[in-house]
């Protein structure tokens, strides 16, 4: 089993629309969490790091569900510049001194 | 620009030729790691270093890898023997140590092996 599972999609939303994706992680150690953002040929950005207690930030929230061992990320009022792959990120080592475990990615397409 | 930087940005050899790439973090930051994405897969940590110390290293860097940090500011990632496998993106990100999962990415050296 994959440490980090993620539904490559692609995912095709309207504009304007609210949509939602999952991510699964195997290692019930794991102990940090994340959202990063990719555009077509571009590097990974942090979009958001994800938290026990749920986090948002304007239009994005992210979830942790311990007890299932998924993420989720929600994106409100989607414009077309949130066309990207989204890829969720696991860091499984206490003190944080590590580097991230990616998944594929899903890959999000706004439609006007 | 005070992002990190990358050097190539593109790099394509003959199977069995040895390459390096550069990397330049963002001065500040004392932690640099280096990962390697394949088309439809998401980045793959290979190594990473806290100033000059290598701390880190992934069964995915086979002993033909070799990485180097030697005055804890640029880094170097060898190649040697290429093969038609190791075609991918190697991306170097680079963070605080304080801050290690606030990763920040240069824009990735393509490597393709004929």
């Known amino acids: 089993r994959k440490e980090v599972e993620q539904d490559p999609g692609p995912f095709n939303v309207p504009e304007g629309a609210t949509v939602a994706f999952n991510c699964t992680y195997s290692?019930?150690?794991?102990?940090?969490f994340f959202w990063y953002r990719q555009d077509c040929r571009k590097e990974p950005k942090l979009l958001m790091s994800?938290?026990?207690s749920g986090n948002e930030d304007g239009r994005f929230t992210a979830q942790l569900n311990r007890a299932s061992q998924y993420i989720s990320l929600l994106i409100r009022d989607s414009k077309l510049s949130d066309s990207a792959t989204y890829l969720c990120?696991?860091?499984?080592?206490?003190?944080?001194?590590?580097?991230?475990?990616f998944g594929k990615g899903t890959h999000l397409i706004i439609q006007p | 620009d005070t992002g990190v930087s990358q050097d190539p940005r593109h790099k394509i050899t003959k199977r069995g030729q040895n390459v390096t790439f550069r990397c330049d973090p963002i001065s500040e930051h004392n932690r640099l790691y280096w990962y390697r994405q394949t088309l439809g897969q998401g980045p793959e940590f290979l190594t990473y270093?806290?100033?000059?110390?290598?701390?880190?290293k992934s069964r995915l860097l086979s002993d033909r890898f070799s990485a180097e940090r030697p005055k804890g500011s640029f880094s170097t990632l060898e190649i040697q023997r290429t093969e038609q496998g190791d075609s991918a993106m190697y991306l170097c990100?680079?963070?605080?140590?304080?801050?290690?999962?606030?990763?920040?990415f240069g824009p990735g050296t393509r490597l393709t092996v004929t």
């Open positions: 994800v938290y026990s």
């Open positions: 270093f806290q100033n000059e110390a290598q701390l880190e």
């Open positions: 990100a680079s963070s605080f140590f304080t801050s290690p999962y606030e990763q920040y």
């Open positions: 990120v696991v860091n499984n080592r206490r003190g944080g001194a590590d580097g991230l475990t």
């Open positions: 290692n019930s150690a794991s102990q940090s």
